[in-house]
């Protein structure tokens, strides 16, 4: 149980946190991308702001020996820059460059409603069922199971 409402409280801290900075208005989002037109800078300062809050989380966790709310820390299997990271991170980025929307930002959006943000959370949900039953079936299993997701890089 205390796992539980310790993800909850995280979860709404992060979802606060992304209403405050604007990060779940769209429009506030194409203006910070759109570089070339009139660029809206402030959400730079909401990324350069989360660096050193990160930095000091990754510090104050490496002198655990384990998660406060978990058994064992889990590292990523993958370590390597490669098609399918640069391919997920291009997909990323016109995505949000189309909608305006991440997944984080857009599932914090949906408490305001609105066609947009259903049809974005609906295709990302879509999406990752596609990827779970298309990475699944090449490895024989289901996806991130089994001897090809334990092995790294």
Request: hydrophobic fraction near 55%; charged fraction near 10%; glycine fraction near 20%.
């Amino acid at each position: 149980m205390s796992r539980i409402l310790a993800a909850l409280a995280s979860g709404l801290l992060f979802g606060l946190g992304l209403v405050v900075s604007g990060m779940v208005n769209p429009a506030k989002v194409l203006g910070f991308l759109d570089i070339a037109g009139d660029w809206d800078p402030s959400l730079a300062f909401v990324m350069a702001a989360a660096i050193p809050v990160a930095a000091l989380g990754f510090r104050l966790g490496g002198r655990l020996e384990a998660p406060l709310c978990g058994a064992a820390f889990a590292p990523p299997a993958r370590r390597r820059i490669d098609a399918r990271l640069l391919g997920g991170a291009a997909l990323f980025g016109i995505g949000w460059g189309l909608a305006g929307f991440c997944p984080g930002p857009a599932l914090a959006s949906l408490g305001f409603g609105g066609w947009q943000v259903l049809a974005f959370v609906a295709a990302m949900l879509g999406g990752m069922g596609l990827h779970h039953l298309l990475a699944g079936a090449g490895r024989g299993g289901a996806a991130g199971t089994g001897p090809a997701a334990a092995r790294p890089g």
